[in-house]
């Protein structure tokens, strides 16, 4: 059985440093500070399915170490908002806001986005999640909050890479689970919550593909540098980011994990 390993707290904590960059920066092409499947390409997606505008006031469930909700801020011009239960990941985003002279546009908050949102009905034009919800107990409570926290007419995008498409080992479910607390979904489980939360106009987009690759470009990059990441996160802890990597590589690989993109819609005249 796999030992639990730190992704976050390593990934959060070490952010400046030129071995965490350098990784993410072969990893993606482009370093948001991210942890997660999304390519460069979904990245610059996001916006456009979102449908953002200078206008926009945007809610980011997960923000992480807040780099890619402050490219999305500086690049449209619009309002975030980020939550996240990281609370190193936090700092270090409204850091990066001070920094970067984004704070009047870019907040981020430390919250359990499995519990009520603290914000008022009808507040966001728009949210997101890249790779965020299959870690939080109560989905459809969570997707219910965020349409009730979204403006009607407002969009919601999600991403989930835990749909089970094939067979799975017990000795592969704990290796893929090693970094934290994971909920696995069967296929059209997400429709159905985004239905039942009130969405419409649910689409779909296949990113399996995209999910193996990175997996496969984060592994490798993290082994060329693998003696300062030892120094920073500790050899077993390397090693089991490595093991995970590889599981994350070879599940998607064979499409025995799926990762989907969500988008639906609170429709105009939604409560």
């Not at 919550?193 to 592994?219: H, K, N, P, Y």
């Not at 990441?229 to 390397?238: D, I, K, P, R, Y």
């Amino acid at each position: 059985m796999s030992e639990k390993v730190d992704l976050y707290d390593n990934a959060y904590g070490h952010y400046a440093s030129d071995a965490y960059r350098e990784v993410r920066i072969e990893t993606y092409g482009q370093d948001f500070g991210q942890t997660s499947w999304v390519t460069t390409e979904e990245s610059n997606e996001i916006p456009q399915l979102l449908g953002l505008s200078r206008d926009s006031y945007v809610l980011e469930i997960g923000c992480g170490s807040g780099g890619y909700a402050l490219h999305v801020a500086e690049k449209i011009g619009c309002r975030v908002e980020g939550l996240d239960i990281n609370a190193a990941g936090v700092r270090n985003a409204n850091r990066l806001a001070g920094e970067r002279g984004l704070a009047s546009r870019a907040h981020f908050e430390h919250c359990d986005v499995s519990k009520k949102l603290p914000f008022a009905d009808k507040t966001f034009d728009a949210a997101f999640s890249n790779d965020v919800l299959c870690h939080v107990p109560g989905r459809g409570a969570v997707l219910g909050e965020i349409f009730r926290v979204l403006k009607p007419g407002g969009r919601m995008l999600f991403s989930d890479a835990l749909i089970v498409g094939g067979l799975l080992s017990h000795e592969e479910i704990a290796t893929r689970s090693s970094i934290g607390y994971y909920v696995y979904s069967p296929p059209g489980e997400n429709e159905r919550l985004l239905e039942q939360a009130g969405f419409r106009q649910v689409r779909v987009l296949e990113t399996t593909g995209s999910a193996a690759r990175i997996a496969l470009r984060w592994r490798d990059a993290r082994e060329k540098r693998k003696e300062a990441l030892v120094t920073a996160e500790g050899n077993t802890n390397f090693e089991g980011l490595q093991r995970f990597l590889s599981c994350v590589h070879l599940l998607t690989s064979e499409k025995r994990l799926l990762r989907h993109l969500y988008i639906a819609s609170k429709e105009r005249g939604s409560a």
